[in-house]
């Protein structure tokens, strides 16, 4: 079973339908309800085998506990894709957006590996972890979002060293230019015509995503071209 | 003036007594009143100039706007020292822990930051972040230590592209190995005996933070021999 | 037609052998003749399209512009996967076997990669450069080793920023931990029985190596599990 | 004694003279035979200290062997200075001018701190290595040079891997943006008004390298303002 987090939208939400057109068992997750259950509806018309969904909020350890505990068995997949945006020069940027901002991106992130890692460290499970190019370099105009991906970056990095000879594998992955929802919610005007789409990305990572006996994948960037 | 904040212990309550040991007017802050208040007099014990100061929860917007309305001056020297420590294989951190030092370290330096940028942004003021060496490498138990570490570099670079021209500078500085109560305060059982003591790293710090007409020292790393 | 250099052992002869089962035209290139002739005949054994081969000393200018004349057509895509290791302390190191070092690695890649930007720059030819995780962290007893694929990244990341807006693609790939003959020629007594094989990171890379309409997996990090 | 490298112009003339307006005893060297000569005349009229000069081509070992071997006493500082810059479009670069290119930072870099580790490995020698920001970030119309100087990077800090507990410790100098010589003679048309003079970088990296006894300043980077 794949378990993909941000599946409401974006790329989670293709990643959903270009899975179950694999008919791959899949379990949803999101903040919303009503497009949760949208997305959801769509992959079970393509899928011959089950998708499952619930809401949670991921910066809530709780929340991701319960989550967890109702997933039927152990995921061999985790696409860790929910996160949100917030751009602009920091000076006119507003303190509960950033705090906003932290929990969606870096409290969710730890909380939700934290807990896959106490369940499945010793399983063959893989967590693809979705960044952005942001975490890789610094942005005007994008610093509290840039501080939040580094933060993920620097934190999966350290969570693989603990890790290391166990079967569970992080994958670290960082997509840039890609043309969502979210910049039109986020507060930035940029013009995104010449993106990727969310379903262009979707299905190069669902391809790189690759491993063999002894080696896997371990990061990709993603960029437009 | 110079401003230090997280002045109550280690590597601020270090600094405090050495600028002050040169007479320069400080205005010291920190969470505990008590142990502010001590550093502050044996600051004023050194010096022929004005030591004030004041507590403040730095992650709070509001509680850094009151602080800085009360300064008497524009600061000419920021040192952020604040922040906490917590370390410990992932699988064991709680999460309550994982949200204080996200908080103490993360948004304390944006608050802080954001609102110095609002102030003096037009203004010859250096604002000197003090990170850590975990900014810079990811490491196995410290992997939520190295989040918010990275986080705040990748903030402070993006910011000093924002800053471009201004005549605003931060300095972003990283010590490794250094022993302070911190150490003992926070989980870790590292040994600390041959690790440089605060004292050191502040008079090294003091002596690199150095600046010409046209050029400033912008990254300093401090490591144990 | 897809060239690759480095084709006579190890992972440019592997991704030779798997390109060729898909019937890919190839031209292949290497510094043994007897190798790179011997692999030649294993491709055209499986392939229904050419497979043509020709040696070539990449660190030398007018050799490589003598290679990229021969080419029938313009290359679809260039795999750059020659090089060479050598290891051990600083101290312990050969002079002369440092500049070989630097020439099979460094200086080959700068001037393949300037002539294909020459000639092709203006056109959709992806150009895969492999390194190693060695380009991305500093490693003891690799400091020379380190110190060119380190140099490789940063000549191939400069590079792709004169290249923006251009169709010519240029992928960084990072593969860790791969058990070819390289090793036992290079003065490592690395235990090798846990990696991958190069057959294994060749079929990650040809499954990773993808691309859409606007975009492109620009950088791809191979690791042993 | 003060071994200073590159020191018959720009930052390595410009602490010569620094350091010898203090009277630390110098040993200096260069490629020219007069321009090195001419520093040293100057610096011996500021002096009370032994100043002493000798030509060294430092990409060839033996050369660098004969520099080591006429020193009088083990050198407490060396400061590599030397090096050239190589820039534009890439391809339009000269293969010529990117072999020196390489041979002045890379070649003489490694064969000059090989040679030192050799010697001094076990004395308390600091090595203080000159890049360039060009080392930490990718740059259009840089590529060889970043090539160069992050090579010299990930070299370094590898070297400090193999170092870690000895007396010896090395120092990594990234300054960017000094108005020298290097910009007119290298092909660049940059306007170099604003930028520091080599006498301010120059002054600040002779005061920021500091150190105590257990630690010391590992990384400096200076930036024009």
Known sequence: MILITGASSGLGAELAKQYSADSQPLFLTGRSEDKLAAVAAKCKSYS?????????????????ASLLDVLPSSPKLVIHCAGSGYFGELAKQESDAINVLIEN???????????????Y???????????????????AGESTYC?????????IESVR???????????AVYPGG?????????????NTASFMTAAEAASMLKQALTATEHGYVSDITINRS
């Open 48 to 64: 011959r085998s089950e998708v499952s969904q619930q809401t949670c909020q991921l910066h809530n350890a709780d929340a991701v």
């Open 105 to 119: 991106n870096l409290t969710s992130s730890i909380m939700l590996v934290k807990d896959l890692v106490q369940r």
């Open 121 to 139: 460290q010793d399983e063959a499970v893989t967590v693809a972890v979705v960044m952005s190019t942001a975490a890789q370099v610094a942005k």
């Open 147 to 155: 501080a939040v991906k580094w933060a993920i970056r620097g934190f």
């Open 161 to 171: 060293l603990e890790l290391k000879g166990k079967p569970m594998k992080l994958v």
């Open 178 to 190: 890609m043309a969502t929802e979210f910049w039109q919610t986020s507060g930035s005007n940029m």
